[in-house]
């Protein structure tokens, strides 16, 4: 397992986090997780999912990263009736994970595949967040080949697949190497559970971006961008996170 981590490099990005954000909003944002997960559970739970109005299922689509700007036109183009079926498959179909992950995405004609595999990892982690996994882009965007796990994983781990299916029980496998090795090397000390592996994840990738853009951007264009905490927090969608309303 821990030949999969290249625990140096992981160690090195968290040291660099830690240059940056205090373990105080590291938490802080953990906490913001946790109380983005009570909603799901809340509104989409087996008996609640049905009975979801559609300004539940707008607010819930806000509180997802690649869907935060897009909720009103998914509702407008394939209907709340629709999609609270087709979560329902997702969350609590009896296939195994990776059909329902599958088949989930393959509804959503025309709209970019990184969207539907966003979406589907946050309603399944979020919902079930001891069971299943994150997967969004800014973790592994197999189009561009980039994202935080590859720059904390080794060469050798083959993070392409040939559907999203696959993709999603290949990043699993990837984000339980870096939840378990971490907290063991001690890099991930935000906290035991998975959500504190999200946030380390996050925090990664946003340091690389940062890195990036000081290299390739204008020192103007590097004022403007978000402090890592609020990086963070938007990557999570938990920016300015929405409460959803009963009735």
């Known amino acids: 397992m821990s030949q999969v981590v290249d625990t140096e490099s992981a160690k090195e990005f968290m040291k ?3 240059s940056q954000i205090s373990p105080e909003e590291l938490s802080n944002i953990c906490a913001a997780l946790e109380s983005k997960s009570r909603q ?3 509104f989409l739970n087996a008996e609640s999912l049905p009975n979801l109005s559609d300004r539940q299922l707008y607010q819930i689509l806000r509180s997802i990263f690649s869907t935060r700007r897009k909720a009103q036109k998914l509702l407008d183009t394939f209907s709340a009736e629709n999609l609270k ?6 969350l609590y179909a009896t296939d195994e994970i990776g059909i329902r992950f599958q088949n989930f ?3 959503f004609d025309n709209l970019d595949m990184n969207i539907r595999t966003d979406l589907a990892g946050e309603l399944l982690h979020f919902t079930f967040p001891e069971k299943y996994w994150l997967w969004s882009r800014w973790m592994w965007d197999p189009k561009v080949k980039t994202g935080a796990l590859p720059l904390v994983i080794s060469e050798d781990y083959v993070l392409n697949c040939s559907s999203p299916g696959e993709g999603y029980l290949v990043v ?3 984000v339980a190497f870096v939840h378990s090795v971490g907290e063991a090397a001690g890099f991930q000390t935000i906290s035991r559970t998975l959500f504190g592996t999200d946030v380390y994840l996050s925090c990664v990738y946003v340091v690389y971006v940062y890195t990036v853009l000081r290299m390739r951007m ?13 990086f963070s927090c938007r990557l999570l969608g938990v920016h300015r996170l929405e409460e959803i309303h009963a009735g």
């Open 16 to 18: 660099e986090a830690f």
């Open 40 to 42: 799901f559970q809340q």
């Open 85 to 90: 079926v087709w979560i329902d498959d997702l």
């Open 105 to 107: 995405c393959e509804h």
């Open 172 to 174: 699993g496998e990837a």
């Open 218 to 230: 204008t020192q103007e264009f590097n004022k403007v961008m978000p402090g890592l905490a609020e």
